[in-house]
């Protein structure tokens, strides 16, 4: 025990010491690579982030943590996505995926389909660690407290928008930053929408994050502390009547086991809701549980439709709202009610079945469809939509039942897995009925991509792929 505190002194030492050597900024040790994202030119930049601040309680802290920030070469757009890294894997035992954190923000919102669609500008990214836990463990940076999280999202926000600092970041006069995004997903989306909903998000006019997407939240909220573990789960509360555009986006997976009480359910100009039917919270295009646990001995029946084109989609929504005032599109719904069962307990490293997890704990059912997949919601190609009851049109082609938790692995150390999602495939009777021929199949999909696209649930750069995928589809009685 004296050797790692000994070694977290050295630590907290050094950093605070570069900090000193580099006060004209709050960016220090830069270094710099040349990358592309997708097909844009990018700066490709690490550093380290540190700066002094007065808490609420009058006492004075200090903060050094690494920061990874993506600079476009080229045009910008003058808005920088702050990835608020997910690390939800520190709360858990090592698994075969180790301990590390994931960069949602990059993986899912391509540049070349994000970024000024297509356009020559590019969005500003920065990735910037807030958990204590993960800077005790890797032992690359310096957080006082749990809660000084939440100061250090605030002062990169501020730091960003003023070029004289940002230009330390960039080998060319930095791009001027005027709206942040705060991207989260899951673990991080959570937090996001605790900083929202606790009203933590700074005050009308100068607000820490101008737009906050809430990636597959729920209505579960996590805070931070200053306890041994960390950090706490909860019911979120409502947010203020006021407040930053805002996209709560949800898989079936979160209304199903991560509703809570119900918050973050009511849509209004600030708040716009998606609810994706069909989409899991860990989909196999994501993580491959069949690749990485198969080997173990497990089997799975994991959801196989990527989230991402209904990411985009909906984060295109929020830029558009944030940068342009451009009311966003309607929000959507699915329909869930309290199922008559006991609370899932899933457990993490506090090890207490009385604590929630990320994923709530309270199991909501979902209504079904003729398909047997859940009613409402956003649509993608893969689920049935009617476009009118009274004639009964029907675009999309589902080739199965396509769900959202896999209570197989309710419960215990199943939280992954559990959110995988299931599928069931139709059998080759029904789906002769359903599409007699391989053009059936395909005008149903082009139908529901038509649909998403001028709904603005979609983007047209991922519905093109779509389609183009759906031809690739061969079923065995049109041979």
């Keep these: 025990m004296k050797t790692i505190n000994l070694t977290k002194f050295v630590v907290r030492l050094c950093f605070l010491l570069t900090a000193n050597a580099f006060a004209a900024s709050p960016f220090s040790n830069v270094e710099m690579t040349e990358t592309l994202l997708v097909d844009k030119p990018y700066y490709q930049v690490t550093a380290n982030f540190s700066g002094t601040f007065i808490r609420n309680d009058g006492t004075h802290g200090a903060f050094a943590v690494p920061v990874t920030a993506l600079i476009p070469k080229g045009k910008c757009n003058n808005t920088a996505i702050i990835d608020v890294v997910n690390s939800v894997l520190f709360e858990f035992p090592e698994t075969p995926l180790g301990y590390t954190p994931l960069y949602f923000a990059k993986m899912f919102l391509g540049d070349d389909i994000i970024s000024g669609r297509n356009s020559d500008s590019g969005f500003t990214y920065y990735s910037v660690q807030w958990n204590k836990s993960v800077l005790d463990y890797e032992l690359n940076g310096d957080l006082e407290r749990a809660t000084d999280g939440y100061i250090v999202l605030r002062e990169l926000s501020k730091a960003v928008r003023q070029p004289k600092l940002a230009n330390r970041l960039s080998p060319k006069s930095a791009c001027k930053i005027k709206h942040t995004i705060g991207f989260g997903w899951s673990q991080s989306g959570k937090l996001l929408a605790d900083i929202l909903t606790s009203d933590l998000n700074g005050k009308e006019g100068t607000p820490i994050f101008d737009g906050l997407f809430l990636g597959v939240a729920g209505g579960i909220c996590r805070s931070l502390q200053d306890t041994p573990f960390p950090w706490v789960y909860h019911d979120c509360a409502e947010p203020p009547q006021q407040h930053v555009p805002t996209v709560a986006f949800n898989t079936q997976s979160e209304i199903e086991l991560s509703f809570g009480s119900g918050a973050l359910r009511t849509p209004s100009e600030f708040l716009s809701v998606y609810d994706y039917a069909g989409l899991a919270h860990i989909d196999a295009n994501f993580l491959p549980f069949d690749t990485i646990f198969g080997p173990f001995g497990f089997t799975f029946k994991q959801n196989p439709v990527s989230v991402?084109?209904?990411?985009?989609?909906?984060?295109?929504?929020?830029?558009?709202?944030?940068?342009?005032?451009?009311?966003?599109?309607?929000?959507?719904?699915?329909?869930?009610?309290?199922?008559?069962?006991?609370?899932?307990?899933?457990?993490?490293?506090?090890?207490?079945?009385?604590?929630?997890?990320?994923?709530?704990?309270?199991?909501?059912?979902?209504?079904?469809?003729?398909?047997?997949?859940?009613?409402?919601?956003?649509?993608?190609?893969?689920?049935?939509?009617?476009?009118?009851?009274?004639?009964?049109?029907?675009?999309?082609?589902?080739?199965?039942?396509?769900?959202?938790?896999?209570?197989?692995?309710?419960?215990?150390?199943?939280?992954?897995?559990?959110?995988?999602?299931?599928?069931?495939?139709?059998?080759?009777?029904?789906?002769?009925?359903?599409?007699?021929?391989?053009?059936?199949?395909?005008?149903?999909?082009?139908?529901?991509?038509?649909?998403?696209?001028?709904?603005?649930?979609?983007?047209?750069?991922?519905?093109?792929?779509?389609?183009?995928?759906?031809?690739?589809?061969?079923?065995?009685?049109?041979?």
């Design 308 to 479: 991402v084109p209904a990411v985009r989609a909906s984060f295109w929504n929020l830029y558009l709202q944030v940068k342009f005032g451009l009311p966003p599109a309607k929000s959507q719904l699915m329909e869930s009610s309290l199922f008559g069962s006991d609370p899932v307990s899933f457990l993490d490293l506090r090890n207490d079945p009385n604590l929630m997890s990320w994923s709530g704990g309270d199991v909501y059912a979902i209504a079904e469809d003729g398909d047997g997949n859940a009613l409402g919601g956003i649509r993608l190609p893969h689920m049935t939509t009617t476009l009118n009851s009274s004639l009964l049109v029907n675009v999309g082609a589902p080739l199965g039942q396509y769900g959202g938790i896999d209570y197989t692995y309710a419960g215990g150390g199943g939280i992954f897995f559990a959110n995988g999602g299931t599928f069931e495939a139709f059998s080759s009777e029904e789906l002769a009925q359903r599409y007699p021929s391989k053009e059936d199949y395909l005008n149903k999909v082009r139908g529901a991509v038509i649909h998403l696209v001028l709904s603005r649930y979609l983007l047209i750069e991922d519905g093109v792929p779509i389609v183009e995928e759906a031809k690739l589809v061969e079923l065995p009685h049109w041979n």
